[in-house]
């Protein structure tokens, strides 16, 4: 039963931090029509700042808090160099574009901190467990994360729904033409809205950075979850984001840990051990073709548009 | 009422709180031309988008020769010899104005689960296309990138490759949007020609085209159908004048 | 007659001639490598070409298309492993359970369409991956080793290096024809008509859906012959040929070649090959000439050259190499121009400057 607890806990913190790279993705996309496939490079690179800052300073925090200075600094420019121009055209141009950009990414990263993984370890002060119920210990870092998270998710609704810069960004992914027409500097507004995308990318990497190493191509198998997550949650809308990323968190996590056991109520000891592996990494999927069949547009669709 | 080929009964949209259609009923029998008028926002796109499938009616039924088609999905619609011309352009603009018709016979010409056979050399898809084209006029443009027609010539296509399916019925969505006086003259002398082979549904907001064609009009405020008749009837109607047409003879004006 | 002589028939001609000539080259000057070398790049050519048929024809941009490769590469290692040696059993199967999985998988990515389907393929290749990663009896991360090419009793021996790569080249050639046959028939007028506006596909009367469905199996299939083709010239079997990376390198092959074309993707195959082992000698001269001995090696990271490269051409050459081929002097008119407005940008910056 702790057990239990314990994996539904990992799931939501492993949802709530694809919920971080997920919102990034789905308000790029809602708001500039831009597919970003080298988001995750942008996690990636906050990970590594993190990591290397962290080392620099000393300090977790500040090294956490530098490394999304510079995520935020490099998604900018990636944007005013690269992207710009891919505004109003073809999704497969966006693709084909982000696609060199993450091989790009990939490439430079080995270049300037080599070819294998770095570590990030946490502070003592982090490294410990919290009781979260008399008698039950969970460890108190990925229980920052989720506190942390759920701040973000927090601000990210109050800013988008009750701020003026908010209304622009809603204005703006209805109706582009008209925010420009009334004034606004549509430029400027992108590549901020593009730099928080990259920020909060950046803030999932960093944070996830001491539980998993730090190696080139963690953008990627990241992305592609995040990816799922949007396509079930219906790609546009942040709310659908978050519970689809708290979803495939719990099923992922708690899918993976609990279910060989399942299998082996039914099947024999070897059969389990075989497909259990196959099975719980495909889980996911399976969920996501799901929902394509009984509901295309996903669990919570934008409508209008 | 019997016979109509199209028939709807008390169609419904909503689109969140808005009432795009209003218990709409509407009797088109064949060989009539009958045409659909109304300020914009009435409610007409609304409408043909429900007639071809498009958009899913919350309640009410269509009816084509007989045949409850509200439920159909597109595709069957246009098999069952129900065609529509599109208001905003809506070609394949990287293929020739030929290609553009032949696809619409084609689609017509049994299943296309054809490997091997150039398609563009056959002549039980290029000969009715040929055809098609000269209906309308624009056989010396059949080899021609739709990309680089005039706008003219893209409603012109949107006809032949409607009329190339040998449609019963046919959907025509503002066909002389856009168009100058020499165009639109042009365009009303086909449609004239065409009321004897085909029955047609015509959405248009050129006043003197509508009223030199239609058999009947149906004038559609807000979704909700305020009055339908011949046009003698529907000119001097006064809700209509009010609604409509008072406007319409202030800013009245072509292309 | 005269009008096939443009610059790019020419090209593909040549292209097609070298090919052809690799092995005589490599038996007089014993070089093997190159015949190894190039019959990978046929295989993959083959790939590019199906994926061709589904994303440039149709549209469709799949993102896992090298998920095929490995379903056909592993049915080959699988029965291998098990005892069927026999080609006769191997390669129809194959065939069979890689359209059976591209039925499948487009079965349900066809419900969505642009950059959901991109997501979407992306996603169930990704599934693929990992599945192949967890099959531990046929060795999981590490892969699986072939030790007997596929045997036909007899009649053709795979492991004759030089019949396999004109086999390959063969069956590259017959998928090019059959590509062509394909894109100009009913079938491919209306997979072409769908890529350019299924709206009014469908408006017209046809049910688009199944058709693009059978294309997509076809695809899927021609590039599981590629996988089984793969397997066998490797003699190795692994989860990294189903990568999502791998399915990229495809679509970098048919972007780089030209989308759309006939021959673009072999195009595409060779130029991605000149790069990966052209750019690195190149960068290591001109590292070595700014930064002496350091940057020398700089050759290493040439995917760092080919990623913005990729980023060029979808911004100014859209059609790849074939598109600048067919348009030769379009495109030299196009860099006289670029050459000429960076000349004037350049003037109005010294020129704001002196005045400011």
Known sequence: MLLFIEQCLNGLQFGLL??????????????????????????????????????????FVLGGLLALGATLLVGMMVEVIALRRLYGRDHLDHVLATFGLILFFNELVRAVWGPAGLNLSLPAWLNTSFPILPGVHYPTYRLSIIVVALVVALLLYLVVMRTRVGMLIRAGASNREMVGALGVNI?????????????????????????????????????????????IGGIGSIRGAFVAAVLVGLIDTVGRAFLIDLLRLGLSGAAASTAGPALSSMLIYLVMAVVLVVRPEGLFPVSGK | MADALLQIDGLTKRFGGVVASDEIVLSVPAG?????????????????????????????????????????????????????????????????????????????????????????????????ARAALQRVGLTQRADVLVANLSHGEHRQLEIAMALATKPCMLLLDEPMAGMGPEESARMVKLLHELKREVTLLLIEHDMEAVFALADKITVLVYGRVIASGEPAAIRVNPEVRRAYLGEQEAVSSHG | MIALLTPRNFVVAALLAILVL?????????????????????????????????????????????????????????????????????????????????????????????????????????????????????????????????????????????????????????????????????????????????????????????????????????????????????????PAMMHWTKSGDLIVMVVLGGMGSLFGPVIGSIALLVLEEALPPIMNVIGGLVAGSAGARVGEYWQMVLGPMLLLVVLFARGGIDGILSNWSGFVQGVREGFANLRAGVGNLFASARRG
Not at chain 1, 19 to 38: E, P, R, S, Y
Not at chain 2, 87 to 102: G, H, K, M, Y
Not at chain 2, 110 to 119: I, K
Not at chain 3, 165 to 174: H, K, Q, S
């Open chain 1, 18 to 59: 694809l919920f971080m790279l997920a919102a990034g993705l789905t308000l790029v996309f809602g708001i500039m029509d831009l597919v970003n496939l080298a988001h995750g490079s942008l996690y990636m690179i906050g990970a590594y700042f993190a990591a290397t800052f962290a080392a620099m300073t000393g300090s």
């Open chain 2, 32 to 128: 009539e031309l009958h045409a659909i008028i109304g300020p914009n926002g009435a409610g007409k796109t609304t409408l043909i988008g429900q007639l071809t499938g498009e958009i899913a009616p919350d309640a009410g039924r269509i009816q084509f020769e007989g045949r409850d088609i509200t439920a159909l999905p597109i595709h069957t619609r246009s098999r069952l010899g129900l065609a529509r011309s599109f208001q905003i352009t809506s070609l394949f603009l990287d293929f020739t104005v030929l290609d553009n018709v032949a696809l619409a016979v084609q689609a017509h010409a049994g299943h296309s689960f054809h490997f091997w056979r150039d398609a563009r050399s056959d002549p039980a898809l290029r000969e009715p």
């Open chain 1, 187 to 231: 430029k400027l507004l992108y590549t901020l809205v593009f730099g928080l995308g990259a920020a909060l990318a950046g803030l999932a990497g960093l944070m996830q950075a001491p539980i998993l190493t730090v190696q080139i191509g963690m953008g990627e198998n990241i992305l592609i979850l995040a990816f799922v997550v949007i396509i």
């Open chain 3, 22 to 238: 690799i092995p005589v080259y490599a038996h007089s000057t014993g070089n093997f490598f190159l015949v190894t070398l190039f019959t990978r790049i046929i295989i993959l050519a083959m790939a590019a070409v199906s994926l061709n048929l589904i994303m440039g024809y149709g549209g469709m941009v799949s993102f896992g298309h090298a998920a095929y490769l490995g379903v056909g590469g592993y049915l080959v290692g699988i029965l291998a492993y098990e005892g069927y040696s026999s080609g006769f059993v191997q390669w129809p199967l194959a065939l069979l359970v890689s359209a059976l999985f591209a039925f499948v998988i487009g079965a349900l990515c066809l419900r969505t369409r642009g950059v959901y389907f991109i997501m979407i393929t992306l996603a169930f290749a990704q599934m693929i991956y990992y599945v192949g990663v967890s099959l531990s009896r046929y060795g999981a991360d590490d892969g699986l080793t072939i030790y007997n090419r596929s045997q036909f009793a007899g009649l053709l021996n795979l492991s004759n290096r030089t019949f396999f790569y004109y086999l390959c080249f063969a069956l590259l050639l017959g998928t090019v024809y059959l590509t062509w046959r394909l894109v100009n028939s009913r079938f491919g007028l209306l997979i072409q008509g769908a890529r350019s506006n299924d709206r009014r596909m469908r408006a017209i009367g046809f049910p688009t859906y199944r058709y693009r469905l059978a294309c997509f199996v076809i695809a899927g299939t021609i590039c599981g012959l590629s996988g089984v083709l793969l397997a066998n010239h490797t003699e190795f079997v692994s």
